[in-house]
């Protein structure tokens, strides 16, 4: 017994050695394919960072750790900085990552105005699959949106308490969810509040399009099937319905405009266009007519919308 205890016992310090073993490989390839990535992107002409990156975990999990993340594209086009990067991944099941950050900066300098997007306290999922992630969820506390990248929350022209995107691959189609909560939006001198945005969404051919991002809106093709803002109480105005554009780029799209409690729609609207009350007022009698859920189709057929019989105008080719 004494002797096969001994035996029992040196095999699991074998097992338990080889595994240390293995997890250190494992690490080790895990921060040098992080320096490759690195390197790759700096010899292309871009920059990135990952400060103090080290792969931790042991030793039923393993995921990369950095104090700092940085990347910037190589025309200056944009830039990312996050604070407090820590990843994980189940050692039975790798390719199910999950991870947090502290803080994150989107700065976008294109012209013709610049926008700087702060995020707070990152969590996020992904499994990953080829040639795409078959999961891709995210969730963030507060956010908000700065006219200018470098006033770092003086010019505040977006905020929200806290929002969340979920996509999933669906064939060839990539299924997107995306919610927000608490928002605020300054626009044309004035402010809007809402308690709650949710979007429901298919891109169609999506795993496509992410694999070879189009130059063009033209051919592209979504189905909503259910885009809401929320206002104070239960009043809220849903859209859905397919929408493509064409290869002229003329949008066309056949949709069902909800409107629920069009009386508290109407005050919020009439708050924030008081030159317009009387109009929204004499609109909103007429919805509230049709009871307290009323549903108009909206449909546009090259470029030219109309919201029942009336005809509300063009739009114009996208490009």
């Known amino acids: 017994m004494s002797r096969r205890f001994v035996w029992l016992a040196i095999a699991i310090i074998a097992a338990t050695a080889l595994y240390t073993a293995g997890w250190f490989y494992a690490a080790g390839r895990l921060e040098a394919a992080t320096d490759a990535a690195i ?18 975990g042991y030793p039923f999990r393993i995921g990369l750790f950095c104090d700092e993340v940085a990347l910037d594209d190589r025309d200056d086009r944009f830039n990312f900085r996050a604070d407090g990067l ?8 790798p390719t199910h990552i999950v991870g947090e950050l502290d803080e994150a900066w989107f700065d976008l300098f294109a012209s013709p105005t610049p926008y700087g997007v702060h995020f707070e306290g990152i969590r996020f999922s992904t499994r990953i699959a080829n040639p795409l992630p078959e999961r891709i969820s995210v969730t963030s506390g507060p956010i908000s949106v700065d006219e200018n990248p470098l006033s770092r929350g003086l010019l505040i022209v977006f905020s929200a308490n806290g929002g969340e995107t979920h996509l999933r691959r669906n064939g060839d189609d990539i299924d997107i969810a995306m919610s927000g ?34 130059k063009s809106l033209r051919g592209l093709s979504v189905t909503l099937r259910d885009v809401s ?5 239960d009043a809220r105005v849903a859209v859905s319905g397919p929408i493509a554009v064409d290869s002229e780029g003329l949008v066309n799209a056949k949709l069902q405009l909800t409107a629920h409690k069009p009386r508290e729609i109407a005050a919020f609207l009439a708050d924030l266009m008081p030159e317009q009350r009387g109009q929204v007022t004499s609109v909103a009698a007429g ?9 108009l189709p909206l449909t546009i057929v090259k470029g030219q919308a109309r919201l029942a019989f009336v005809t509300l105008g063009d739009i114009p080719p996208l490009r």
């Open 39 to 56: 390197a790759r992107i700096t010899s292309d002409g871009g920059r990135a960072g990952c400060a103090n990156r080290t792969a931790r």
């Open 287 to 295: 919805l509230a007519a049709l009871g307290e859920t009323p549903s």
């Open 86 to 93: 820590r990843s994980a991944a189940q050692i039975y099941n």
């Open 181 to 214: 909560e608490g928002i605020s939006a300054r626009a044309i001198n004035r402010q809007i509040d809402v308690e709650r945005f949710l979007a429901d969404l298919t891109i169609d051919d999506g795993v496509r399009l992410a694999a070879e991002p189009p």
């Open 229 to 233: 803002v929320m206002l104070a109480g």
